[in-house]
């Protein structure tokens, strides 16, 4: 399988901890993409990567999200002292630089109890 | 700001008809991109098609095509001969890198049932 891939698929947690997301996605793609998705809605942005660096990030992107893609390969999304406002569905997605079409993972669905 | 609206939450179709699902987005720029992505439930969301701004020509894939209105600025998708796997949460999106700044935006989304 060479989609993007996401683990773990689904995570629950207790308000306050720590949790990491991680994305691997389509090998020979330079760009990636973290989304938040909650029920009802489109996905929302949260921050990009072109190889291993970091070129945006969304306001909605707090200083509780950090996101990291070292050497350039697989991403991790990490959320600390989560709240019970950070449950969603988080999506990673890849795309070739310029192509624009991007290509999306299964997602990981945070409960945050 | 660049927004994109999806002003059907829900659209229903018979099976092998046509049904067309409306998009509109605001931006001041010239260039960008825009898409068409499919959600079906519990599954992982997926490209159904795109379009290049700078084209004139509307795309089409298959049973898909849009109306690209680009003065407008409406991006409605038309899915002709609909089939039971086409139901699902359709999300309208508009992608522009300006500025070093880069934008990719999704609607609501429309959820399309189809019926047999």
């Known amino acids: 399988d060479t989609g993007v891939s996401q683990d773990p698929r689904h995570k629950i947690t207790k308000r306050g901890q720590n949790v990491t997301f991680r994305c691997d996605p389509i090998s020979e793609h330079n760009r990636l993409y973290w989304y938040r998705q909650t029920l009802g809605q489109g996905p929302e942005f949260l921050t990009y990567f072109q190889n291993e660096a970091q070129l945006e990030k969304s306001r909605l992107l707090s200083d509780r999200f950090s996101a990291e893609r070292p050497k350039g390969s697989f991403s991790t999304l990490e959320i600390q002292r989560t709240e019970q406002g950070d449950s969603a569905m988080y999506l990673c997605?890849?795309?070739?630089?310029?192509?624009?079409?991007?290509?999306f993972g299964p997602g990981t669905r945070l409960l945050v109890l | 700001a660049q927004t994109v609206t999806q002003s059907q939450p829900e659209m229903s179709v018979q099976e092998a008809e046509t049904v067309t699902l409306s998009c509109t987005y605001d931006t001041s720029e010239s260039d960008y991109y825009l898409f068409w992505y499919k959600q079906p439930p519990s599954r992982q969301m997926i490209l159904v098609i795109r379009q290049e701004a700078y084209k004139q020509q509307n795309a089409t894939e298959n049973r898909f095509s849009v109306n690209f209105q680009k003065a407008a600025k409406s991006f409605s998708l038309k899915i002709s001969d609909s089939q039971l796997g086409d139901a699902a949460m359709y999300f309208c999106a508009y992608s522009v890198t300006t500025s070093g700044t880069y934008k990719y935006i999704f609607g609501t989304g429309t959820r399309l049932k189809v019926l047999a």
């Open positions: 997605a890849s795309s070739l630089d310029r192509a624009e079409t991007q290509y």
